[in-house]
Nanobody, 124 residues
Framework: QVRLVESGGGSVQSGGSLRLSCVAS???????MAWARQPPGKEREGVAV???????EYSDSVKGRFTISQDNAKKTLYLQMDNLKLEDTAMYYC???????????????????WGQGTQVTVSS
C-alpha cells in the first residue's frame, strides 16, 4: 500500500523552470519511481524513471532538460524541469512500482501506484 502526493505544478513561461515534488507514504521508496505526464488531448507518456540503485532514464523529449532525483530519508521524489517548452504542458503524475520495467515507456499505466497529478502549464 503506497500513497503518492505530487506538488509544485503551476504556470511558467517558456524557458523557465519548475521543480515537482512527490511525497510517498506507506511502502516507499523501495523499488522504481517515475514521472509520467498527459498532455491535453494526448495519451499518457513516460517522462523519467529512477531505480532503487539511483540509475535514471529519460524520454528523448526531456533528456538534457529534466532531472529526476529522490531523497530516501524524506521519501520524496523530485523532478527538476529546466528550459521548459510549450509541449511540456501536461498533467504530471508521480508513479511507482516494485521494480522498473521497460513496459513503462510503452504504457506508463503498467506501473501500479499513481498520485493524483499536478498541472504544469507552459506559456509563450
Amino acid at each position: 500500500q503506497v500513497r503518492l502526493v505530487e506538488s509544485g505544478g503551476g504556470s511558467v513561461q517558456s524557458g523557465g523552470s519548475l521543480r515537482l515534488s512527490c511525497v510517498a507514504s506507506g511502502d516507499a521508496i523501495s523499488g522504481c519511481m517515475a514521472w509520467a505526464r498527459q498532455p491535453p488531448g494526448k495519451e499518457r507518456e513516460g517522462v523519467a524513471v529512477i531505480g532503487n540503485s539511483g540509475s535514471t532514464e529519460y524520454s528523448d523529449s526531456v533528456k538534457g532538460r529534466f532531472t529526476i532525483s529522490q531523497d530516501n530519508a524524506k521519501k520524496t521524489l523530485y523532478l527538476q524541469m529546466d528550459n521548459l517548452k510549450l509541449e511540456d504542458t501536461a498533467m504530471y503524475y508521480c508513479v511507482g512500482d516494485a521494480a522498473c520495467s521497460y513496459a513503462f515507456w510503452s504504457s506508463p499505466r503498467a506501473f501500479r501506484y499513481w498520485g493524483q497529478g499536478t498541472q504544469v502549464t507552459v506559456s509563450s
